[in-house]
């Protein structure tokens, strides 16, 4: 009795409302937040306004078309198999992917039709143009015929739908024009953005290989992609540091660096165990948190 249970090992059912909470990822969804908030803080301070709907309408939008990005996500995975050890992939819970895909597609149109919305009162395309293109490199990122995730590229997209084309087209609701600042505020944005997609490449290593899909993790080797990470957490801080000299930020947006301890964390976490994929799976919301604590620094700090 007792051989037969060494034998066969006993695989403890995960309780699905588990899965489900992985498989919504909700502390994600600061990704879409942390952009607008910071376009329309560099606004404020040019500004000294906010157009409170205009801000609640983008920050809708912005979730609601982050919403379809996942959903599609794990459709379009799951036609290339690459997620057949996903359990909390919405696919897989389901098994109903047409309707996923119906999901997806609505919370699109809702999203779309939100900076449809600021773009038609403002009678000036530019909003709804950035958020479309932002959207097709997040379809570019994953869908057929592109996949260029499968390539290696994501972190590329992730930079500039998150950073520079996001983060601009936030301040571009508020002030109609253009800025510098902004777009320094969107460079750091960018960065530690792709940096969450880095991170979440590390557990997937086996998975992507079988499929074929080349992240930047693959190309590199777990040790060497984890010896990259404090070189990018550095950029972040380099560049934070730059612009308060060069006066694009205030002298209180130093207050990003109460994040280091988080960054030294990531840092040291995923060096420890780059080889051990089943440690790694939630090693991204360590990313997240610094993602997090670094957009509000530099949003609060620009208000001020
Ligand atoms: C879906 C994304 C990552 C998941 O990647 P992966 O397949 O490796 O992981 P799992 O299968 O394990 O989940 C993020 C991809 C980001 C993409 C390059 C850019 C998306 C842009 C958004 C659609 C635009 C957001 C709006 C903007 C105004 C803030
Ligand atoms: O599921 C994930 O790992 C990610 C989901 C997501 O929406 C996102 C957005 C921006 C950067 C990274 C990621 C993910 O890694």
């Keep these: 009795m007792v051989k037969s249970l060494v ?3 006993q695989i403890s059912p995960i309780p699905s409302r588990k899965l489900w909470m992985a498989a919504i990822k909700l502390p994600m969804y600061s990704v879409a937040i942390v952009p607008i908030a910071t376009g329309t803080a560099v606004a404020y301070r040019d500004t000294g306004a906010i157009n409170w709907a205009v801000f609640a309408t983008f920050l809708a939008a912005a979730i609601v078309i982050l919403v379809w990005e996942n ?4 459709v379009f995975d799951a036609e290339t198999g690459i997620d057949i050890h996903k359990a909390h992939s919405v696919v897989n819970l389901t098994g109903k992917k047409n309707l996923i895909l119906a999901i997806a597609n609505i919370c ?4 779309i039709g939100g900076v449809l919305a600021i773009s038609w009162l403002q009678q000036d395309a530019v909003v709804v143009s950035l958020v479309a293109l932002c959207c ?4 570019m990122y994953q869908g057929p ?3 260029l995730g499968y390539q290696g590229w994501g972190e590329i ?3 500039f739908a998150f950073g520079p084309l996001g983060v601009s087209a936030a301040y571009y609701s508020q002030t109609q024009s253009w800025s510098i600042g902004s777009l320094a505020a969107a460079v750091v944005v960018g960065i530690i953005t792709s940096l969450i997609l880095f991170c979440s490449h590390f557990n997937q290593v086996e998975d992507d290989l079988a499929a074929g899909k080349r992240s930047p993790v693959v190309r590199l080797g777990t040790k060497r992609a984890s010896q990259l990470l404090p070189w990018v957490c550095a950029v972040i801080y380099a560049v934070t540091i730059v612009a308060i000299a060069l006066q ?3 002298i209180w947006t130093a207050i990003v660096l109460v994040s280091l301890p988080i960054a030294w964390k990531l840092c040291t976490f995923i060096g420890d165990h780059h080889e051990q994929s089943e440690m790694l799976l939630n090693c991204r919301f360590i990313a997240v948190a610094l993602h997090f604590v670094v957009g509000s620094c530099l949003s609060v700090s620009l208000i001020f």
């Design 136 to 139: 097709l490199l997040g379809y």
């Design 157 to 159: 997209l992730c930079f």
């Design 71 to 74: 959903l599609c996500n794990d």
């Design 7 to 9: 034998d066969t090992p």
């Design 248 to 250: 694009f930020f205030p």
């Design 108 to 111: 699109l149109l809702m999203g």
């Design 145 to 147: 015929p592109f996949r």
